[in-house]
């Protein structure tokens, strides 16, 4: 059950589809929704630090910090709008450390939300995404840049390997899944099982026996691309929703996604659960 979400608001973005998404979510589930802004330290290196005046940093700070506010307006107008129960928190941080800090802070919600980093622009967005992800133990809502809609659950794609991130992913989706329509379980294989053999077969009982309406799909696709087939299925069949695992480790600090995560992550369409 989801009863109180955070979402990282895009600051400086002409639209913020994070959070209107997390507003849907809340409004779903009726569950409380915390909406965080960053006002970003500038970023300077240390070889010109002193050759930039304390004035321009200043200002840059300033319009840094007011972009934040902006962005908490327009989030506290949305939530009041649909009558959701709203906090919102401004924090000061570095690119780095405010990673850090919202998957420590995520950890004492339900869910976190973020958005997808646009192409071609210097976005925070990726390496929140990887702080949720890999620090704070809660299940992330990853919503795409061009995301218009709201919360819609009439078919979801779980991509399942038997791993264990992809079993945690199936776990906490579970309240949406509840709500689905149609759920198709979706194998990309090599082609190189054992003949006989039907992968996917035990999850898909597994979420027969919670109730739920589950397809079971097998994709033979030796040496392609993963994320890219899994992708294309998700088009041709109109998901709304996907869920599948988080791939990756943090080293010293960095992050590190795994080449799949990192592939949905660039491309994706839809809303993605991904869990680690």
Request: contains cysteine; aromatic residues 6%; glycine residues 8%.
């Amino acid at each position: 059950m989801i009863k109180d979400l955070i979402v990282n608001l895009s600051v400086g973005a002409e639209r913020d589809a994070a959070g209107e998404f997390a507003i849907s979510i809340a409004n779903t589930f009726e569950a409380h929704v915390a909406g965080v802004a960053f006002a970003y330290e500038p970023v300077v290196a240390p070889a010109i630090m002193g050759g930039i005046p304390a004035d321009i940093i200043d200002a840059q700070r300033s319009v840094t910090y007011k972009a934040a506010e902006s962005a908490i307006k327009s989030f506290e107008a949305a939530a009041k709008r649909d009558g959701i129960s709203a906090e919102h928190r401004l924090l000061k941080a570095t690119l780095g450390g405010a990673a850090d800090l919202f998957g420590r802070i995520a950890r004492r919600f339900d869910l976190a939300v973020v958005g997808q980093a646009e192409p071609n622009k210097l976005a925070a967005q990726d390496v929140i995404i990887e702080g949720a992800l890999f620090e704070s133990g809660r299940p992330v809502v990853v919503v795409p840049y061009i995301q218009k809609e709201g919360l819609k659950l009439d078919r979801i794609v779980v991509c399942w390997d038997a791993s264990r991130t992809a079993s945690r992913a199936v776990a906490d989706a579970l309240p949406f899944l509840y709500r689905a329509q149609t759920i198709c379980v979706v194998i990309v294989a090599s082609g190189r099982e054992r003949t006989g053999e039907i992968p996917g077969v035990d999850i898909g009982q597994h979420l027969a026996r919670h109730g739920l309406k589950v397809e079971v799909k097998r994709i033979v696709a030796p040496d392609t691309d993963v994320p890219n087939t899994i992708l294309s299925y998700v088009a041709d069949c109109s998901a709304d929703f996907l869920v599948m695992g988080g791939y990756g480790h943090s080293r010293l600090r960095e992050f590190v996604l795994g080449g799949a995560t990192r592939g949905i992550l660039n491309s994706m369409t839809i809303p993605t659960l991904m869990s680690h």
